[in-house]
């Protein structure tokens, strides 16, 4: 490795010599042409030339521009993005003329002169190409510009009063475009005159410059072989740096690979504990779903008791009742007064029925008839966000919510304020089980699936009161899942 690197550098240090041994005449004759003709004059109107062409594209694809323009209905003058390539190039073509002003004669002065004049001079009553370049310099042509500094200079109108003048109509742009394309020709004429000029052909000043170069050729050389000294050291410099930095660059890619092997034992040992860490989850999934399935069915075991239970009191509560009827009977027959007269029966009174059952009643009947003109709410985002977390401590406030309320408070005109569900709000399963941990509603049977509001059986309403602007949660209610 070394040895090449050293070899590399030899054969560098000798690619400048050769190359100048081989190049150095040709150097030479290009070298004298070059300071025979310095000033470039050729350069300086080859820079003319070009400004020249570049402005008269701009010009061309500017009409054409406009000519689209006129052909609409009505007629636009939309030339954003133009005005500032002609502005450039005008201004590039002034100053490649001035440039050759100041290297040329007071004699050779005279025939530039007019050079710029077909551009410049007010051919037609105050318009000129440069005064039409200077009317694209905002970007646009408004209504007076082209009314006043176009139309009527080209004699399309004889007054700003006419009610055309303004339109940039398919006859201005006709107008317009014979004039730019004539004045643009003339300048064309003005170059090539120019071209003609005895300091851009043959003459003395080439002849001596030539019989200079030969002087001029010893003390070039010379240099050249400094120049290539220079560079021959500065790749030595650099072959020499490019083996310190491969060298460096090799420690760095052991290092490198080191981490990298140490990062890939890692990365496998994560992978067998994570290995180990999901067989272990998929048990534990498959525990839970077993309890889960001996839950449901515990569950069912005891709605269908429940639901057995409710049956035999059905059969008993009859009953009852007659033994209870027959019992009284006997009673009140023993019964007489002194007059040999029966005393009237002793009626027990019925005990009044809660309010809360007759409103639960009605609920199960007719929902939205109850609720129609009941108070919506929901529970507050800050009690939420406490049951969510497990931080509450047992309040539970709730506040109007008139779009997304899922529940409503009934007034029983006595003071009284009890809670019920929105019938048409769908209570899925984590709602449910944030209403059953809230205790807003004790929840009994089936919570593994959401219910709507009209097909829970509410056995009692919560109780709630005023709280500031809010109400708060004073007894909790029971519902029943089907």
């Known amino acids: 490795m070394k040895n090449q690197i050293l070899k590399s550098i030899i054969l560098s240090s000798l690619i400048p010599t050769i190359i100048t041994n081989f190049n150095y005449p040709v150097f030479a004759q290009n070298e004298s042409k070059n300071i025979s003709s310095s000033p470039n004059f050729q350069g300086l109107l080859t820079d003319i030339e070009n400004s020249y062409d570049n402005f008269e594209n701009d010009n061309k694809f500017l009409l054409k521009k406009l000519e689209e323009e006129s052909k609409k209905d009505p007629p636009t003058t939309d030339i954003e993005g133009i005005d500032t390539k002609i502005k450039e190039n005008y201004d590039k073509l002034v100053a490649s003329v001035n440039n050759l002003k ?95 000029l005895p300091r851009f052909g043959n003459n003395s000043e080439e002849t001596s410059g030539q019989n200079n170069s030969s002087q001029e050729d010893n003390s070039s050389f010379l240099i050249l072989w400094i120049v290539n000294l220079i560079i021959a050291l500065g790749l030595i410099g650099a072959f020499i740096g490019i083996y310190l930095l491969n060298k460096k660059i090799e420690k760095e890619n052991h290092k490198l690979y080191n981490h990298i092997e140490k990062a890939a034992n890692k990365i496998e040992e994560l992978s067998e504990r994570n290995q180990n860490k999901s067989k272990q989850v998929t048990k534990q999934d498959a525990q839970i779903k077993n309890l889960k399935n001996k839950n449901d069915s515990l569950q069912k075991e005891i709605e269908n008791l429940t639901s057995q239970i409710n049956n035999i009191l059905l059969k008993v509560n009859p009953l009852e009742k007659q033994y209870s009827s027959n019992q009284t009977r006997s009673q ?62 047992g309040i539970v406030e709730l506040e109007e919510n008139n779009r997304q309320g899922e529940f409503y408070i009934v007034n029983n005109n006595s003071g009284q304020f009890y809670l019920f569900l929105d019938p048409d709000t769908k209570f899925n399963v984590p709602t449910l089980q944030n209403i059953n941990k809230s205790q807003l509603f004790i929840c009994k049977g089936n919570m593994s699936q959401g219910f709507k509001g009209n097909e829970i059986h509410i056995i009692k309403p919560a109780v709630v009161q005023e709280n500031n602007n809010n109400w708060r949660l004073a007894e909790s209610g029971e519902i029943q899942l089907s």
């Open 332 to 393: 009140d027959e023993a019964i007489t007064n002194d007059n040999n007269e029966l005393k009237p029966e002793i009626e027990e009174k019925p005990k009044p029925e809660p309010e809360y059952v007759r409103l639960a009643r009605s609920y199960q009947e007719n929902p939205h008839n109850l609720v129609q003109n009941a108070i919506r709410v929901s529970m507050t985002k800050e009690t939420l966000n406490k049951i969510l977390a497990g931080t509450w401590e």
């Open 102 to 196: 100041n290297q040329l004669s007071e004699e050779e002065k005279r025939e530039l002169n007019n050079l710029l004049s077909p551009l410049q001079t007010e051919k037609e009553k105050g318009l000129s190409v440069e005064a039409f370049t200077k009317l694209l310099e905002d970007g646009r042509l408004d209504k007076t510009e082209i009314c006043e500094s176009i139309q009527i200079p080209l004699g399309l109108f004889l007054s700003k009063n006419d009610a055309n003048c303004g339109n940039f109509n398919n006859k201005t742009y006709g107008k317009l475009s014979g004039f730019i394309n004539t004045q643009i020709e003339a300048i064309d004429k003005e170059i090539k005159t120019v071209e003609k």
